[in-house]
């Protein structure tokens, strides 16, 4: 079965510091690869997708991912925390078609110090 | 921009009782998905549809059903809530490709259940 590895529940990084949430993938089918971000009581907001194409996505708020399929990862990169980026981060795969639902990881949360 | 819209954002239940909740998608968006967050939990997927249809399932529980209307509303229909059932319900909605549902899916703000 697909899962997704998250490692590291929590990370905790000082302003200004780079961010470096971790995400591994165990399939043997490229699948479709997201990350959303998850603050307090609210809904998920998608950061970042990789589909196809360039393995180096650019998503919103700074943050961007490298799909590297030797690895099986897809972690995501800040150079330069913010104190509003404290939230919890999913990784997430789906295989689309009518297997279109995401699998996630575990989630990281991100803490910020000043 | 138009947002996935999700009725009522919480919900309080007894035991033993129903709730319907609801799912808005986004304008043109006809597929709908279906999660479930336990507290300090990841998301698990419990159904789609795609154009009206069951497209997939997931870990639904049977005392759990859901539907998607012709407006591409849907409904998720809970009976005989137990407290494990306390969770956040996301509804997450795409728009189809060509070749059926794309990728990429926007979630809703949720709905809190909360049973007592």
């Known amino acids: 079965a697909q899962s997704v590895t998250q490692l590291g529940s929590h990370v905790s990084v000082s302003e200004g510091a780079l961010v470096l949430l971790r995400c591994n993938y165990s399939s043997s089918v490229p699948p479709y690869l997201f990350w959303y971000v998850q603050y307090p009581n609210q809904g998920l907001q998608l950061l970042l997708k990789y589909t196809t194409g360039a393995t180096l996505v650019k998503g919103i708020n700074g943050f961007e991912a490298e799909f590297k399929k030797s690895e099986t990862s897809f972690h995501l990169t800040k150079p330069s925390a913010h104190m509003s980026d404290a939230a919890e981060y999913f990784c997430a795969v789906s295989y689309g078609g009518s297997q279109g639902n995401l699998i996630f990881g575990k989630g990281t949360k991100l803490s910020v110090k000043p | 921009a138009a947002g996935v819209i999700q009725s009522p954002r919480h919900l309080i239940k007894e035991k033993r009782e129903t709730a319907t909740l609801k799912c808005y998608p986004i304008p043109r968006h006809d597929t709908v998905y279906w999660y479930q967050q336990g507290p300090g939990q990841d998301p698990q997927f419990l159904i789609s549809?795609?154009?009206?249809?069951?497209?997939d399932k997931g870990s639904i529980p049977d005392r759990f059903s859901a539907q998607q209307f012709s407006d591409y509303h849907s409904e998720l229909n809970m009976s005989s809530l137990e407290l494990g059932d306390s969770a956040l319900y996301f509804c997450a909605s795409s728009q189809s490709g060509l070749a059926g549902p794309t990728d990429t899916q926007y979630f809703g703000p949720g709905t809190r259940l909360t049973v007592l």
């Open positions: 549809f795609y154009e009206k249809m069951q497209s």
